[in-house]
């Protein structure tokens, strides 16, 4: 039974130069899994964004072609879909609604009026299904990127929904939960369930699909089953390497534990020296995004200290953080007003800060998007911006949470080549990214780090 057809979709946002999607053609059949691939912005997340009726309603723009999803043709709203077709966004932060993990679950089921017997049983159910079985009274400020993205799923699947759209579903996860998530979307096409996933991470994907269609620059250029497609080769530099030098930082006896909540981790003694490339690897929630906070200031130890020894440069930087969610960081207008912020605010002349922004611009491969407004980007490209916001700044110590998250292979090249400080440290549950980037890997786990071998 065909779930899906889509005949010659265009589209176009509104005041875009170039259609985000060109002549676009796919069908699907009930209880297939179909992974959308290409590259960062080439219109996967504007095609899931068709299939769950945001576009043309909610977006505006020029659209042309026929779009049918369960019998329903285009136009249509994403309330008349509902619960029939589940979506869970890129970033699963602005889905969220509740305080508890519970009550997020519970939301859908809720407004489908169904009884509190009945409520319960699907949250403890889809809770189950992603691994977050006795979560239910955490409060969703508290979990890490990771979970967060189960609990969105959770949700979704509480409705219990006949298509499954997901935008980015590994993207946060550690390659546990992300083998945990794909098997569970692949017992969901064997009960009818239809899913379709924008991904890049193909290596965790691509063994659990039928069929791939891969888009460039909006186009379809291969359609077909997942064993005829041959991914894109993914070359990852290596940065040399040098002898550490003095220490930057110093960590004694830290302990961290959230009001109320258990203990992240306790009793850290850790040294950061010049030179280091140092990635912070292991499981959703082990405390990583937790350590890079501490070291920026933004959370205070509940015991022992952590000292800064680096000293401020005069046109540079101490110290950035990237956040996991780029979004949280994007405050100006353009990309060009983005990266012109932290060199602005270090006082430097008119042509440095136009030197800096082109320097980085080109490095990231931003160049093209210097005049658009930041959020009308796709989501790999926001985080390069909010990279790149920091890279303009020169800081001696940069702090990055999952910095290649959303990026495709030739992007993650492309930024692992652009980074450049004193001191570099890096949440990633990339492991070939890790091998390749860093120096030293410190792996969390149940409260502990231990040092491996990159």
Known sequence: MRVLAVRDL????????????????????????????????CGKSTLLSVLCGLIPGAAGGEFSGEVE???????VSPGALFP?????????????????????VAFGPENLGLSPREIRSRVEKALSEVGLSGFESRRLEELSGGERQRVALAAALAVNPRLLLLDEPLAQLDPQASRRVMNILRKLTRKGITVILAEHRLDLALPWVD????????????????????????HLPRPGTSSP?????????????????????KNLHLRFRQGERVALCGPNGSGKTTLLH????????????????ARKGKDA??????????DLMLVRESVEAELAFAPENLGLSPGEIKRRVLSVAERLGLVSFLSRVPFSLSRGQRLRVALGALLTGAPRILLLDEPTTAQDARHVARLISSLSADLLL????????ARALATRVLYFRNGTVEEIRP
């Open 294 to 309: 501490l070291l920026a200031g933004l959370l205070r130890p509940s015991r022992g200290r952590i000292e800064i020894r």
């Open 245 to 265: 030098g003095e220490v930057l930082i110093e960590v004694q006896g830290l302990s961290f534990s959230r009001p109320g909540g258990r203990e992240i981790f």
């Open 10 to 41: 265009t589209y176009r946002y509104p005041g875009g130069k170039a259609p985000a999607l060109c002549g676009v053609s796919l069908t699907v059949q009930e209880g297939e899994m179909v992974l959308l691939a290409g590259e960062t912005g």
């Open 211 to 234: 069929r791939v269609c891969f888009l460039e620059e909006g186009r379809v250029i291969f359609e077909g089953p997942a064993r005829d497609f041959r991914p894109p080769e993914r």
């Open 426 to 433: 890096f949440s990633t549950h990339d492991e070939e990214v």
């Open 84 to 104: 029939r077709v589940a979506v869970v966004f890129q970033n699963p932060t602005e889905m969220l609604l509740a305080e508890t993990v519970a009550g997020e």
């Open 317 to 326: 930087l101490l110290l950035g953080l990237l956040l996991q969610d780029p």
């Open 69 to 75: 999803v369960l019998g329903q043709r285009w136009p």
